[in-house]
Structures are given as structure tokens and as C-alpha cells.
């Protein structure tokens, strides 16, 4: 029998998309491959407590941020919302570093952030980091994996983050994916199938050069 974290409110499939993301990461855990990082300067006064709460309340809004991926003893992986997560805001003070200093301390921190993996397993893989440069300047990153989010989202998130828009949710993510869930996917494929049976030209992808070497199984 699977077991499910006893937190668990909702239990649903993966995307094909999100299936490939997880296939390469139980692959090789420790691999950068969809890891995602943003990062930015914040100028002016700064209110810790607001910052950590309109965090919180993004944490609570979205599901998707409470999202974890067991795959470990299960026959299908799962997405699994969690009723709550512990997943606090990070601070680091650097304001006593020179100007050098802290150019190099701010290069060497966003390198050891993205060779820090998600587990996607035991909490959201997601976090939000903040340097304290000066009273008036921090520095914030974000990093999340690619099978949580995509960049579509970070405009939503950044938009409520700070200016505490708390407007109804478009759209239910998971009704899309119990709709698909509940589709014949045989019927779907044949469609395609007998759709792209006379396709004969080859499709480009971006920054892949004609004649050049790809990973077998990838591309």
C-alpha cells in the first residue's frame, strides 16, 4: 500500500511534463538541470514582518507552493498538497563586508543556492533567501524546481507578493489535471497519430544547431 504523508489534502497525477522532470531527477538527485533561480535587488526600506507574512500568505494561497513529489515505494508518483508547510524566509546579513566583499560573497552564495538540490520528496522544493546588504538594499533569491513552477508564475507571485493583491484564483490546476486524468489517452493518441502521419519536415528547436550532437532519449 502507498503511503501518503497523514497532512495530505489532495492527492493527484503528474503531467507528462512533470513525469519527465521527476524521471531525471531520481536519475541523478543532485542534478541542476530544472533548477530555477531568480534573483533581485530590493531598494528602500524594508519590513521584515510584512515580507515574511504577504510570504506566508502566498505559501497558504497556492497550493502549488505546498506541493510535494513521493515517489519512493509508490507504484505511480503523486503530487501531494500538504495542509501546511514550514518553509520560512531565510535571512543573511552581510552588511559588514566592503563593497568587494560583498560582490563576491553575493557571487559565491548564488552558486552554493543552486548546487543546494531539492529533495522534492519531504517539503515544497522551493525556497526564498534574503541578503541584507545595507538598511536601504537586499538582495532576494528565489529558487524553486521547474516541476513545481514555470516562469508564467513568477509574475503572479511577485505581483501579490508585493502589492498583497489577494483577488479570486483564475482557473483550478487541479480540475485541468483530474480532466485529463479521466480522458481516453488511447483515442487521444491515435488522433495525433493519424493527424501527424504525413509530417515529414524536421522541427528546429531553439539553440540546437543543424547537425548537432543530442543526448539519446532527451531530444
Not at 62 to 73: A, D, M, Q
Not at 132 to 139: G, L, T
Not at 179 to 188: I, K, T, V, Y
Amino acid at each position: 500500500m502507498e503511503r501518503l504523508p497523514h497532512e495530505a489534502v489532495r492527492v493527484c497525477p503528474l503531467t507528462p511534463l512533470q513525469e519527465g522532470m521527476l524521471l531525471a531527477h531520481m536519475r541523478n538527485p543532485s542534478t541542476g538541470t530544472y533548477f530555477e533561480q531568480l534573483g533581485f535587488t530590493l531598494s528602500g526600506s524594508f519590513d521584515q514582518n510584512l515580507f515574511e507574512s504577504r510570504w506566508q500568505g502566498l505559501l497558504d494561497r497556492h497550493e502549488i507552493l505546498r506541493t510535494i513529489f513521493p515517489y519512493e515505494g509508490m507504484r505511480h508518483p503523486r503530487q501531494v498538497v500538504l495542509e501546511k508547510t514550514d518553509n520560512p524566509v531565510e535571512y543573511r546579513d552581510i552588511s559588514h563586508l566592503t563593497g568587494s566583499e560583498k560582490r563576491e560573497y553575493i557571487n559565491r552564495y548564488r552558486e552554493e543556492d543552486r548546487n543546494t538540490p531539492f529533495t522534492l520528496t519531504e517539503r515544497p522544493p522551493c525556497r526564498l533567501r534574503v541578503l541584507r546588504e545595507e538598511d536601504s538594499k537586499h538582495r532576494i533569491f528565489f529558487s524553486f524546481h521547474h516541476i513545481l513552477l514555470d516562469g508564467w508564475c513568477l509574475g503572479i507571485f511577485l505581483k501579490e507578493m508585493f502589492s498583497g493583491d489577494s483577488s479570486p484564483i483564475r482557473g483550478d490546476y487541479y480540475k485541468f489535471l483530474q480532466w485529463r486524468d479521466e480522458r481516453d489517452h488511447e483515442a487521444s493518441s491515435l488522433y495525433w497519430k493519424e493527424y501527424l502521419e504525413d509530417w515529414e519536415a524536421r522541427t528546429a528547436l531553439p539553440g540546437i544547431k543543424e547537425g548537432q550532437k543530442t543526448t539519446p532519449g532527451w531530444i
